[in-house]
């Protein structure tokens, strides 16, 4: 089964690791099954945190994914509009099942060639055992 890695920005990541964030708000989805989404917090933090299992999304217009999510979204409105501008659907995957590493890892050491995904990228496999 192939996982995700997906780049969050330090703040939204301190939401999701608060309880606070319950949805990851996407332009566009995999298009392969996926089984864990491993959260890479990048600059200043660049360090793999921790993963969520991959139970499903959804998919609506930007308006509608707002009102259904917006009293777990961990982000305030406005950057939520200015995220999805001008855009005709808005993905929103559901944050279940989350488990944080008590030592954030260094994606250097477990990943070849590294280079901070700028939405996100497969993975054969885990990141650890």
């Known amino acids: 089964m192939l996982n995700v ?4 920005k330090p703040k939204y990541v301190q939401e ?3 309880g606070k964030k319950k949805y990851e708000y996407r332009k ?14 990048t600059s200043p933090d660049r ?13 609506e217009d930007p308006e509608k994914i707002w009102e259904i999510t917006k009293e777990c979204s961990g982000i305030d409105k ?6 999805f ?14 488990y944080i590493f008590h ?3 260094d994606p250097h050491k477990v990943l070849q060639n590294f280079i901070a ?3 996100y990228f497969y993975l054969q496999g885990d990141i650890v055992g």
């Open 5 to 8: 890695l997906i780049s969050i």
């Open 16 to 18: 999701i690791l608060g």
């Open 28 to 41: 566009s989805i995999f298009k392969r099954e996926v089984d864990k989404i491993y959260i890479y917090s």
């Open 47 to 59: 360090k793999i945190v921790g993963y969520f299992k991959f139970v499903g999304y959804l998919k």
């Open 78 to 83: 406005e950057s939520f509009k200015e995220y």
């Open 85 to 98: 501008n001008n855009k005709t659907h808005a993905y929103a995957i559901k944050i279940e099942q989350l």
């Open 103 to 105: 030592t954030p890892i």
């Open 117 to 119: 995904p700028q939405s």
